[in-house]
């Protein structure tokens, strides 16, 4: 099988200090998570920011520094997130393309969080979609519900998402699907499956809550790859609060048990087809 591309997911815009003293917030502290995580198999690092008091914010200027930081740490690749939690216009939440990131987050619809809505309106995903062009950073399409899929294919059939196409499944978000076996193989079944649009597609699952190791056990052995992180899960097992290096570890094992390598940021960018650094 392939080799596994593992994404660290090291801060998020909801865990804080009073829930978790190991979650990083300064540019400096994800930087260290992330290079420790780079130590132990990760490839990848999906970043947020955070303001001086913890709150989520689309300030370009604190995504420079935080991509800085992470680049002058380690060879990870840097991917930043376009979420609404932070900014709501699309000016807003294109700041951090100038960040220098080889990707972003790309949500291609509208679907419910816990206390709101995730909203991406159609001509703000174009924008978005066009500012990543203009700045060569490559979109990973984030699905929290089938519909994205269908709506990431027609942009891509329209030019506005390059070839080839990068998924990332996201389950277990409240308001959104529940992480199920049954949904992640419907996601799964729904990725284009022939013709240009599946030319080198990659995938991977992102799982919030207890069941995230059997579903990511589940996406490793059907060739997809994973994300971990505190933003998506801060305990490891019940009741014991998770390190980020500890929650990549625990994948490494089992996807060396499963015949699956862990790929260097070197073998990632291959695998999606991002330029070499």
Not at 41 to 48: F, K, S
Not at 94 to 120: I, P, Y
Not at 158 to 173: A, E, T
Not at 244 to 252: A, G, K, P
Request: charged share 20%.
């Amino acid at each position: 099988m392939d080799k596994i591309i593992i994404t660290i997911a090291p801060t998020g815009n909801v865990p804080t200090r009073e829930r978790t003293p190991h979650v990083p917030i300064t540019p400096d502290e994800i930087a260290r998570s992330v290079g420790e995580c780079r130590q132990v198999g990760a490839a990848l690092a999906h970043l947020h920011a955070r303001d001086t008091e913890q709150r989520p914010t689309y300030r370009g200027e604190v995504f420079r520094d935080i991509v800085a930081a992470v680049r002058a740490s380690s060879d990870i690749i840097t991917q930043v997130s376009t979420g609404a939690r932070a900014g709501r216009t699309a000016p807003e939440r294109a700041e951090c393309l100038a960040a220098g990131a080889e990707m972003a987050s790309l949500t291609t619809g509208s679907s419910n969080f816990a206390t709101q809505v995730n909203d991406n309106a159609p001509d703000l995903v174009e924008q978005l979609c066009r500012e990543m062009t203009r700045r060569g950073v490559v979109p990973e399409i984030e699905i929290f519900d089938a519909a994205m899929i269908s709506l990431a294919v027609a942009l891509a059939e329209k030019g506005l998402i390059p070839k080839p196409l990068h998924f990332n499944l996201v389950l277990g978000v409240p308001g959104s699907l529940p992480a199920t076996p049954k949904n992640l193989f419907f996601l799964y079944e729904s990725l284009p499956r022939y013709g240009e649009l599946a030319k080198d597609l990659t995938w991977q699952v992102t799982v919030v809550g207890p069941p995230h190791v059997d579903l990511s056990v589940m996406a490793m052995s059907l060739g997809g790859n994973v994300r971990v992180g505190l933003e998506d899960n801060i305990y490891y097992a019940r009741g014991v609060l998770a390190a980020n290096s500890r929650l990549v570890e625990r994948m490494v094992g089992i996807a060396r048990a499963m015949g699956r390598e862990p790929a260097t940021p070197e073998e990632a960018r291959a695998l999606l087809k991002l330029p070499p650094v």
